[in-house]
């Protein structure tokens, strides 16, 4: 089974797969926000099926850190929206 560990400065000190910068929130989003399948997530990001169902086995037995993965990278999105100095986009 493959390995989820958490390295910091790398990711964030986020969960991931061990060996890659592969988040476990990452993968989540994919297949529960995204619909993708876990087959087509390992096709995507070139690692094996087992990885990614490690990764969500991971996700699920700690949603409360989990939530705090997505809420710091909402902050952060945001934060980088804000400082942007890129135009808004229009609509034609």
Do not use: F, W
């Not at 087959?39 to 969500?56: C, G, K, M, P, T």
């Not at 934060?79 to 229009?90: D, T, V």
């Amino acid at each position: 089974m493959a390995d989820i560990v958490s390295t910091e400065g790398v990711l964030g000190g986020n969960a991931r797969l061990e060996g890659r910068r592969i988040s476990v929130i990452g993968i989540a989003e994919r297949v529960l926000d995204h619909g993708q399948t876990p087959e087509y997530v390992a096709d995507q990001l070139d690692v094996s099926l087992a990885e990614i169902h490690a990764a969500l086995a991971y996700y699920y037995r700690n949603l409360d850190e989990m939530d705090g993965d997505r809420e710091r990278r909402c902050d952060l999105d945001d934060e980088l929206q804000r400082r942007s100095k890129a135009p808004e986009s229009r609509e034609y």
